[in-house]
């Protein structure tokens, strides 16, 4: 995507969301913990897939083990996974690769896949 559309697809997120100005920057390279807190905060209760993360997907310091880093990046690929899969079971279009959303490429995908688990509530 082009830097313009990058852009605002970060003003339209970070509108829906009420963020402020930090926050804001965070989107234009999300990290995992954003990603993280923006699922959490988009599944309510009442919703289909409410019980998508277990509880220990919804602890975040089970996605910073320093003594096992690749474990660590395990469990953020299956989480993000866990997101796109959703999306696609809703019917949604989802194109962003889970390596590439913990990563930080492709960050006008990731923010996509926000603003469908938005659009539709399910993340």
Do not use: Y
Not at 34 to 54: M, N, R, V, W, Y
Not at 59 to 71: P, T, W
Not at 103 to 110: D, I, K, L, P, Q
């Amino acid at each position: 995507m082009a830097l313009e559309e990058d852009h605002e697809l970060v003003q339209r997120l970070a509108d829906e969301l009420g963020l402020n100005t930090a926050a804001k920057e965070a989107l234009r390279r999300p990290p995992f913990r954003l990603l993280h807190e923006i699922a959490l905060l988009l599944s309510k209760p009442g919703d289909p897939f409410h019980d998508l993360f277990g509880a220990a997907e919804i602890d975040v310091n089970q996605f910073k083990l320093k003594h096992d880093k690749e474990l660590s990046r395990r469990r953020k690929l299956l989480f993000v996974a866990k997101m796109v899969a959703a999306v696609h079971f809703a019917g949604g279009i989802a194109q962003v690769k889970p390596a590439d959303a913990i990563t930080g490429r492709n960050v006008a995908e990731t923010l996509a896949l926000l603003l469908v688990c938005m659009a539709a509530q399910f993340c």
